[in-house]
C-alpha cells in the first residue's frame, strides 16, 4: 500500500496565512483542493494533526513554539470544516494523543512518526507532505527489510529522499534529532547553543562521534576550537548546564516513533 501521511496543520497554516486568513474561505478551498490533487496514485491518505492542546515539549522547554502566533476561534473552526470535509472525502483523520506520563500532548508530527513506524513495519510505502523540517528525520531508503519513506516539501514540492536529506545536512536522516540538538530550530524556539548553526552542529557531531551529548565529554569539548574557533567554543565550556540542555533539547527534536493510543491498521 502507498500511503500520504499529511502534516494537515502545517498545510492549513500555510493556506491561512497565503489567503489573508478567514478571507472568502479560501484556505479551506486551498487545502481541499490541494489534498485531492495530491491524493492520486496513493492508496490512502492519512491527515496527521495536532489536538490544540499544550505539547509535551514544552514541558522539557518552556519557550517551545512561544513565538507562534496565537490562533483565535475563527480559525479553529476553520480548520475544523476542512478537516470534516476531508474526512468526508474518505481521508483518515488521527489526532495527537495526550501523554499524561510525558507531561503534555503529542503532536502532529509525532502522529506521522508512529504511522511510519506502523507502516514500515506492515510493508507499506509512506510519502510524508509537511513544511515542517523535523519530519525529515523520518526519511529512509528502500531496502529489503522495509520500504522507502520519502518527504515532500510543502515549501518547494519537492519530494526529499534520504539520500536527498543527507547531502543537505551533511548527516544521515536519523542523526537529525543530533544535529537538532546543537543547533536548534528557530521556528520551534529552541537554541540549545547560542552562535551554532546547522553547519558548524555538523561539524561538531563528527567530533563528538555522532552524539550531541558527548560533546560535553572533556576530550570533546578540549578540541572543538578547531570547529568553531577559540571565542565560540570558550563560550559553549562556559554553558553550566549544557549537557542538560543537550539532553532537553535532543528529545523536543525526536519524533516518537510509537503512539499506542492510535490504531493504523
Known amino acids: 500500500m502507498r500511503i500520504l501521511a499529511i502534516d494537515f496543520n502545517s498545510l492549513f497554516a500555510r493556506n491561512w496565512h497565503a489567503s489573508g486568513g478567514a478571507e472568502r474561505g479560501e484556505a479551506y478551498q486551498r487545502t481541499v483542493q490541494w489534498v485531492q490533487t495530491a491524493r492520486e496514485g496513493y492508496d490512502r491518505v492519512a491527515l496527521c494533526c495536532d489536538s490544540g492542546q499544550k505539547s509535551y515539549r514544552v514541558a522539557l522547554w518552556p519557550e517551545y513554539k512561544a513565538t507562534r502566533p496565537a490562533v483565535d476561534e475563527m480559525y479553529r473552526e476553520a480548520l475544523r470544516r476542512t478537516l470534516e470535509r476531508l474526512r468526508r472525502d474518505a481521508c483518515c483523520v488521527f489526532v495527537a494523543p495526550n501523554l499524561p506520563d510525558f507531561g503534555g500532548h503529542a503532536e502532529g508530527d509525532d502522529v506521522i512518526g508512529a504511522l511510519c513506524g506502523w507502516a514500515t513495519k506492515a510493508g507499506h510505502e509512506v510519502t510524508i507532505a509537511s513544511g515542517d523540517k523535523d519530519v525529515l528525520q523520518l526519511a529512509r531508503a528502500a531496502d ?104 532537553r533539547a535532543k528529545r523536543v527534536a525526536t519524533i516518537l516513533d510509537t503512539l499506542p493510543q492510535l490504531d493504523f491498521a
Open 144 to 247: 529489503e527489510a522495509q520500504p522507502a519513506i520519502v518527504c515532500l516539501s510543502l515549501n518547494s514540492g519537492k519530494v526529499l529522499t534520504a539520500e536527498d536529506v543527507a547531502k543537505s545536512y551533511g548527516v544521515a536522516p536519523h542523526l537529525l534529532p543530533e544535529l537538532f540538538a546543537l543547533c536548534g530550530d528557530k521556528s520551534d524556539n529552541y537554541k540549545p547553543i547560542p552562535g551554532v548553526g546547522e553547519a558548524k552542529a555538523a561539524e561538531l557531531l563528527r567530533a563528538a562521534g555522532g552524539s550531541a551529548v558527548a560533546l560535553t565529554a572533556p576530550e570533546v569539548l578540549g578540541k572543538i576550537h578547531e570547529v568553531v574557533g577559540d571565542a565560540l567554543a570558550k563560550k559553549i565550556r562556559e554553558i553550566p548546564d549544557l549537557r542538560d540542555r543537550l539532553i
